[in-house]
């Protein structure tokens, strides 16, 4: 009687003996670690190694790398450019506008940021640096400096459709005879003083009465004067906060209402 009620018992350790056996072996592989180019912008450490694949582009001596896309600006849109009738005055980061240098003016982009800017209709490439703001035209997103049009081919059409991407400046660095390339710190291109304009006006005081307009409904508003050709233009621009991102908000809630609102930075 007892080996027929253990015989049963027996064989269902055994099953489990042999089915244990027989189960395949789980490896738990650590995984790897990520992409240098995952790493968000404000925790880069001070330098960080540049992939072998991106090319460089040359300025004035020094060496500029197209910063990863993970975390760097790339955008495509209408190009112009500007020349003698701004040649000589004074540019948004102090600056004297020379239209023969390699300058341009962008909207949101920290000033000294450098630029890949590459005619989408002909092929052509320059590099130019961000030191103005503008164009102050919805969908336009560079004013090149006329040395720059003419690089890229776009000086007698006046307007161009490009890409521009952001460069990041490189360093070499030497270990015994080993020489590397390193990236220096950049802003982030997400973070600054960002405003949507809204209009602009010949009249002051129809600046002055949509500005008043915006701050009854609660909004930071101001004035920003702007001369051109002996005339002088009042723009009216609503603050757009800290990020480019919450400035895109602002922008999307009143281009309904005003269909040309566009975001700038300070």
Known sequence: MLKKHLSPIILLISALFLLSNCSPTVVRVPPADPPIISTPAKQLPDRVKIPPTQRPYKIQGKTYYPIPSAYGYTEAGIASWYGKKFHGRKTSNGETY???????????????????????????????????????????????????????????????????????????????????????????????????????????????????????????TVLQEFSRDSTTYYRVQVRGGRTLVDARKVEESLEERYPGAFVIAR
Do not use: C, W
């Open 98 to 220: 020379d239209m023969y240098a390699a300058t341009a003016a962008h909207k949101t982009l920290p000033m000294n940021t450098h630029l890949l800017v590459e005619n989408l209709e002909n092929g052509t490439k320059t590099v130019v640096r961000v030191n103005d703001r503008g164009p102050f035209v919805r969908k336009r997103i560079i004013d090149l400096s006329y040395t720059a049009a003419q690089e890229v081919g776009m000086h007698i059409k006046g307007t161009a459709r490009v890409r521009i991407t952001a460069l990041g400046e490189a360093v070499s660095s030497s270990r015994g005879n080993k020489t590397e390339e390193h990236f220096l710190p950049y802003d982030d291109f997400n973070l600054g003083e960002f405003y949507v304009q809204i209009g602009s006006f010949t009249e002051k005081a129809n600046a002055v009465r949509l500005k008043e307009a915006m701050l009854a409904l609660g909004r930071k």
